[in-house]
């Protein structure tokens, strides 16, 4: 069985100060990793995902995350945050070839102006 | 195209009571998943279904959950009776197919609350 553990539960950053929100899985099969987020009051959206290929993976709107497998992780990235990132996001895992989705338990970005 | 709708929003009953939730997913999408998100947690999958057919429903708690998708579309999820620990935003979401790597697309979501 897969689990994710999501390391910080919130984190305030001032904008257009770097940020990275930390994401490590536990699985014994290969896997396919995602990152959602829920803008306050929205529902979850897709933000990015790794499904093979190169490990680096970027979103539309700056974000971005690296798969390494060696350290089981897929930490999100952005260099410059605005304050319009103010969300919640989930990292969440698949086992190769299926689609069920386990999440984290989140972490909260607060940008400050 | 429209998204994944769900009603109500909002819900609020007594222990003991029951409660049924309506999703409807996009057009097409022959998946469907329901989860449950309790307050400072990630969601979790209750059930999935493929068309009118149920793939997983190990962590449903069938003594008081039950689901059903009769047509291959609408679902329905219903808690008979409710308990206080119930209280949570449930979400439905569906995908293209079963294959990895689908983008499962959410409704806004019902919070339940119990009291």
């Known amino acids: 069985a897969q689990s994710v553990t999501q390391l910080d539960s919130q984190v305030p950053v001032f904008e257009e100060a770097p940020v990275e929100l930390r994401c490590n899985y536990s699985s014994s099969v290969s896997v396919y990793l995602f990152w959602y987020v829920q803008y306050p009051n929205q529902g979850l959206q897709l933000l990015l995902k790794y499904l093979s290929g190169s490990t680096l993976v970027e979103s539309i709107n700056g974000f971005e995350a690296e798969f390494n497998k060696s350290q089981t992780s897929f930490h999100l990235r952005k260099p410059s945050v605005h304050i319009s990132d103010t969300a919640e996001y989930f990292c969440?895992?698949?086992?190769?070839?299926?689609?069920?989705?386990?999440f984290g338990a989140g972490t909260i970005l607060r940008v400050k102006s | 195209e429209a998204g994944v709708a769900q009603s109500p929003r909002y819900k609020i009953i007594e222990k003991r009571q029951s409660v049924a939730f309506w999703c409807n997913p996009i057009?097409?999408?022959?998946?469907l998943y329901w989860y449950q998100q309790i307050l400072g947690q990630g969601p979790k999958l209750l059930i999935q279904?493929?068309?009118?057919?149920?793939?997983?429903d190990s962590q449903l708690p069938k003594d008081r959950f039950s689901a059903e998708r009769l047509k291959g579309v609408d679902s329905t999820l219903k808690i008979q009776p409710a308990k206080l620990e119930d209280s949570a935003v449930y979400l439905c979401a569906s995908s293209l197919g079963l294959a990895g790597g689908h983008e499962q697309y959410f409704g806004p979501g019902t919070r339940l609350t119990v009291t």
């Open positions: 969440a895992v698949s086992e190769r070839g299926g689609n069920k989705l386990v």
């Open positions: 057009s097409g999408h022959a998946t």
């Open positions: 279904f493929q068309n009118n057919g149920v793939v997983d």
